[in-house]
């Protein structure tokens, strides 16, 4: 299983940006799909997460300004972010919670590359 993050560039404070993370390979299912983003000298820190139900949970810093979803015909997940801010910048990371098919069957975690977001003022 692969992770492709792409969607990150550099933008001004008060602008959007769509992230995108597309999975390929072979596997049983896909649970949860998350965003998570590391700063420079910070530790990675969860953005959002999307259930394979369609739930969603939110970071505090991010909630009402980013969106995330899935489209599970694509094995892809998005996070439009929109009033960024410079304390958005970051490199952003995709994680998928994939079942991958053994016996017995077990979920694996797979992280994208990263993209990376500059938000200037």
């Known amino acids: 299983v692969q992770l492709q993050a792409s969607g990150g560039g550099l933008v001004q404070a008060g602008g959007s940006l769509r992230l995108s993370c597309a999975a390929s390979?072979?596997?049983?299912?896909?649970?949860?799909m998350s965003w998570y983003r590391q700063a420079p000298g910070k530790q990675r820190e969860l953005v959002a997460s999307?259930?394979?139900?369609?739930?969603?949970k939110y970071a505090d810093f991010v909630k009402g300004r980013f969106t995330i979803s899935r489209d599970n015909a694509k094995n892809t997940a998005y996070l439009q972010m929109n009033s960024l801010k410079p304390e958005d910048t970051a490199v952003y990371y995709c994680?998928?919670?994939?079942?991958?098919?053994?016996?017995?069957?077990?979920?694996?975690?797979?992280w994208g590359q990263g993209t990376q977001v500059t938000v200037s003022s």
């Open positions: 994680r998928f919670d994939v079942v991958v098919q053994t016996s017995p069957l077990y979920e694996y975690e797979y």
């Open positions: 390979g072979s596997w049983f299912t896909i649970n949860a």
């Open positions: 999307i259930t394979s139900g369609g739930s969603t």
